[in-house]
Each structure stands twice: as C-alpha cells, then as structure tokens.
C-alpha cells in the first residue's frame, strides 16, 4: 500500500520559513517523479513544485520561484519543500504527490498538511 504522508506545516508570520516533508513508502521512491501541489482555501489546488527521479530537474511555477525549493533524499524516501519569506497568500493545504516518469497525472496523493501564514 503506497503511502504519502506530509508533515512540518503550521502556523507562521510573514516572511518566516517552514520546511515540509513527505515520507513515502510501498513504493520505489526513486523511480517516482514528486511533486507538491496546494489549495487555498476556495480555489482549485494548484501545481507549485516537482523534482526528477535523480533531483537533476526541478520545476516550480512562476508565483514561488525563488522562495521555494524542492528537494528530495531518495535513501529517506522524502521529498521536502523549503518556503521561505512566507506570505499570506502562501495560507493553503500542501500535497505531495508521486508520478511515474513518463506518465503525466500524478498516481499517487498524501493527505495534505496545514499552512497557515499571518501578517
């Protein structure tokens, strides 16, 4: 049974710093594409990061480059997430999830940690 299990969410004030993680198990961590994905409240959850197999390539959308990092330890089966300079908009559910390499729709979900930012 695949697992994906988020921690390191909470609450915290603006330009703060939290770092997520998600531990996998029942699977090859290493031959899974991860990525992390959130929702705010009343909007669609949307793409924020993802990271090869290998973490040669990683990939972010615009709205949290350069104050987000993804990374992963494939002999941990983990994949974090590094915010820093927090901001309000950034309140949202976080997801990581795991894809096959060549597949596009991400097979696999964890249930979601809390981030609350304040001002």
């Known amino acids: 049974q695949v697992r994906l299990v988020e921690s390191g969410g909470g609450l915290a004030q603006a330009g703060g710093s939290l770092r997520l993680s998600c531990a996998a198990s029942g699977l090859t961590f290493s031959i899974y594409v991860m990525g992390w994905f959130r929702q705010a409240p009343g909007k669609e959850r949307e793409f924020v990061a993802s990271?090869?197999?290998?973490?040669?390539?990683?990939y972010s959308t615009d709205s949290v480059k350069g104050r987000f990092t993804i990374s992963r330890d494939n002999a941990k089966n983990t994949v974090y997430l590094q915010i820093n300079d927090l901001e309000p908009e950034d309140t949202a559910v976080y997801y990581c999830?795991?894809?096959?390499?060549?597949?596009?729709?991400?097979?696999?979900w964890g249930q979601g940690t809390q981030v609350t930012v304040s001002s």
């Open positions: 999830a795991a894809r096959a390499a060549l597949n596009r729709d991400y097979a696999y």
């Open positions: 990271i090869s197999r290998s973490a040669i390539t990683t």
